[in-house]
């Protein structure tokens, strides 16, 4: 497949055709350029993670059956993003005949519109203009709900009607984004939102590859890839999508989250990119990626909370966005560079978080969405810090507590306030700054109020809370 980044020198067809230019169906142009880079051991969908073994293979398989595809999974599972990557499996640029005429982009050699080939047929190949159709722009999609016919199919246009064109020519449609899109691919995002009229004319374009508008047979030989995506528990309910589009769709590929905590943490990586450097930057200790992704694996199979609906990656990403502010603005008042996030952030994730999770009804027993987030983290920190247990023998830090030691943590705290409440007790302590090893203030910090609630969380002390501090003592 060729790399390059400006368009190809020819602007008629004569000069196309000398250069052995020939024509494919868009499929096919996809199929080739994917068994190149398939022989060519290039990476095939860079940023995608946990698919290798699971959702990657299948798409590879329908690339080279020539299938139309759904994307079948919850919210957040990178569906969109996975269609919108088959672009690079496009040539970098398409040529099409050049004339204002030309309703769609046209074929130089097997126009499909009544004017393109009245156009082909009445010049001279040398006199025929080019143009070349960069493969970003090759791609369209649309979201289900609200769309009409007209909008991905087509509409008769009155104003060419009152110009006397017959209501039974193509030349009086005004095509929609799917015939537009004639020579690439489209996207309908929530397939089963999609009113059954629309569904009918997109069972058409996949039987026939053809347009049918208000019941006139125009035949309209549109060449194009036709993705779907949509969610299990609504496409599976009855009478959501019908039957004859269910027949049709060439192969379905079920998405899913993450398999293991790893694989979150390295999209959360991946995702937050150079966010944290900068003027003032931010250090996240492992624990706390942790504790973030664990979060989200915990709501994702809480009782209390729609399993049906699922809990996207934006989730994480967007409670981890929190803690990493929060730190940040730690780190800008009282100095600290780099700042690290600490367990007390997580006192803001109700603003990052409500609203993300949808409640099971049935079996939240009037608990708040609050409530259910302040379990999930409960949940998440225990575990995480069970996990740490078992490596470094932390428990024996609760014998501090039956000294009567009291600590005192918060989010706006400084990190020297840790350092100088923590001096003069037991170099028990010092296992604790095993978990990150680190002689900064900040970073030791973290890792103490990181000890402490998974010690609360164990029942080995005890917690208080008030004016936005939280203290832990025995």
């Known amino acids: 497949m060729s790399t390059n980044l400006s368009p190809p020198a020819p602007t008629n067809l004569r000069d196309l055709l000398s250069q052995g230019w020939r024509s494919k169906t868009v499929k096919r142009e996809i199929r080739d350029n994917f068994s190149q880079m398939l022989a060519a051991g290039d990476e095939l969908f860079p940023g995608i993670v946990g698919y290798e073994d699971t959702v990657i293979p299948e798409i590879n398989l329908a690339l080279l059956a020539g299938h139309d595809m759904l994307f079948l999974g919850e919210k957040g599972q990178a569906k969109s993003r996975l269609m919108r990557q088959l672009v690079q499996f496009l040539d970098p640029y398409l040529p099409y005949i050049d004339h204002a005429e030309m309703p769609v982009h046209e074929d130089p050699l097997a126009p499909i519109s009544a004017a393109g080939r009245r156009f082909v047929e009445q010049h001279d190949p040398a006199d025929i203009p080019i143009a070349w159709w960069p493969r970003s722009e090759r791609y369209a999609e649309r979201l289900s709900p609200g769309t009409k016919f007209a909008d991905i199919i087509g509409e ?68 194009v890839m036709i993705l779907f995506s949509a969610n299990p528990a609504t496409y599976n309910r009855s009478g959501k999508v019908i039957p004859q589009l269910k027949d049709r769709i060439g192969t379905i590929v079920q998405t899913h989250y993450p398999r293991e905590r790893e694989q979150g943490i390295e999209i959360l990586q991946q995702e937050i990119g150079e966010d944290l450097g900068g003027e003032y930057p931010v250090h996240v200790p492992l624990f706390m990626y942790q504790v973030i992704e664990e979060i989200t694996n915990r709501a994702r199979q809480s009782k209390y909370v729609d399993q049906s609906s699922g809990v996207s990656a934006r989730f994480s990403l967007a409670n981890f966005r929190t803690i990493v502010a929060s730190a940040r603005q730690r780190g800008i008042v009282h100095g600290e560079s780099p700042a690290v996030p600490r367990i007390s952030d997580l006192g803001h994730l109700y603003a990052s978080s409500l609203g993300k999770l949808e409640l099971d009804l049935m079996g939240t027993h009037q608990m708040s969405e609050r409530q259910v987030l302040d379990n999930v983290i409960a949940e998440a920190i225990q575990i995480v810090f069970s996990e740490y247990i078992e490596e470094h023998g932390l428990a024996e830090i609760a014998e501090i507590f039956r000294g009567g030691v009291r600590v005192e943590v918060g989010d706006m705290l400084p990190s020297s306030h840790y350092a100088e409440r923590l001096q003069n007790v037991p170099p028990a302590w010092d296992r604790a700054f095993e978990v990150n090893a680190s002689e900064n203030e900040a970073m030791r910090a973290s890792c103490v109020e990181f000890i402490l609630a998974g010690l609360y969380s164990l029942d080995k002390i005890s917690r208080s809370q008030k004016h936005g501090k939280i203290h832990y003592e025995t």
């Open 156 to 223: 008769i246009d009155p104003a060419k009607l009152t110009g006397g064109v017959s209501m039974s020519s193509e030349e009086a449609l005004a095509l929609g984004l799917i015939p537009r899109m004639h020579r690439g691919i489209f996207a309908m995002n929530e397939l089963p939102e999609l009113d059954d009229l629309v569904q009918v004319g997109l069972f058409n374009i996949l039987e026939e590859r053809d347009v049918q508008i208000r019941g006139y047979p125009i035949r309209f030989d549109v060449d």
